[in-house]
């Protein structure tokens, strides 16, 4: 499906994705929003304050820019700010430990300014991800999907399906690729695998919708749609822009669901 990017879809709960999306795009990343900081959010602020502000760090061009300093700054910050429960922040053993989480703080930061390629350079250097394993290959997922390397980003988040297969963001980052690559009933079945897990996300039900849509099978596609209005009305306003939906666009039983979902949404507004 051409998913969304819920941050056009009012106030569904789902974090900015790493990868580049089409209009109406919904990003695998996305999960519920928390009331604690999200740890991507802290990142992304301390990651700018070293790099666009300039503090003595070395020019973007070097991808393997003073990680070291850049690690400190990390911790540094989020002590006096209160901080944030992540796993960077806990003690490891020695210097070779200090190194992975550096390099992997590194390519985190660098896919959260839509850096894929550094990211990988920085990933490229871990010999052994040992205990974080599961964030090496999550985070070389997310570069390979970046970059628009479907199939390796496949073999990354599967990997880390079989480590933790309930994850929801791994599973959609899964059904994201396999429909990049054509693979449209895995699709399907990795997002019912998820909707199985968390039946109160919307945003699973309206990928699905998309992806039967371009499967063609219109009673599913109308189906889970109508699921996904009913649990979140804003995102009748990414319908019209999904690509996914252009083989029912000129059906009779889709345009009336929009009018309802519309009409219900209208109703609902405040004035």
């Known amino acids: 499906m051409a998913a969304i990017s819920p941050l056009n879809a009012g106030s569904v709960p789902r974090r900015p994705s790493h990868a580049t999306s089409r209009p109406g795009e919904l990003c695998p990343e996305r999960r519920r929003a928390t009331t604690r900081p999200r740890r991507r959010d802290v990142l992304s602020r301390l990651f700018l304050d070293v790099v666009l502000e300039k503090k ?11 990680t070291s300093f850049l690690m400190e700054h990390f911790q540094n910050s989020s002590r006096n700010k209160g901080g944030i429960d992540c796993e960077w922040q806990r003690p490891m053993a020695g210097s070779g430990d200090l190194r992975l989480k550096r390099l992997l703080l590194a390519a985190e930061g660098y896919l959260t300014l839509h ?9 490229s250097k871990v ?3 040992g205990v974080l394993d599961f964030e090496f290959h999550r985070l070389r997922a997310e570069a390979y999907r970046g970059l628009q390397q479907w199939e390796q980003a496949l ?3 599967d990997h880390c399906r079989s480590l933790q297969p309930k994850n929801i963001d791994v599973l959609m980052g899964l059904a994201w690729c396999y429909k990049r690559v054509g693979q449209l009933p895995q699709a399907i079945a ?4 998820a909707h199985q897990i968390d039946g109160r ?3 699973i039900p309206y990928n699905l919708a998309c992806y039967y849509s371009l499967a063609k099978n219109k009673s599913q596609a109308l189906s889970w749609l109508g699921r996904a209005l009913r649990m979140h009305q804003g995102l009748v306003r990414l319908v019209p822009q999904e690509t996914d939906f252009d083989p029912l666009r000129n059906d009779p039983d889709f345009q009336k669901l929009l009018r309802l979902a519309e009409d219900s949404q209208r109703r609902e507004s405040p004035q």
């Open 56 to 66: 003595r760090v070395p020019p973007m061009r070097s991808p393997a820019a003073n």
């Open 115 to 123: 850096m894929p390629e550094h990211a990988l350079h920085m990933l």
């Open 127 to 129: 010999r052994d991800p």
């Open 155 to 157: 073999q990354d988040f």
């Open 190 to 193: 990795v997002m019912h695998a």
């Open 201 to 203: 996300e919307p945003i």
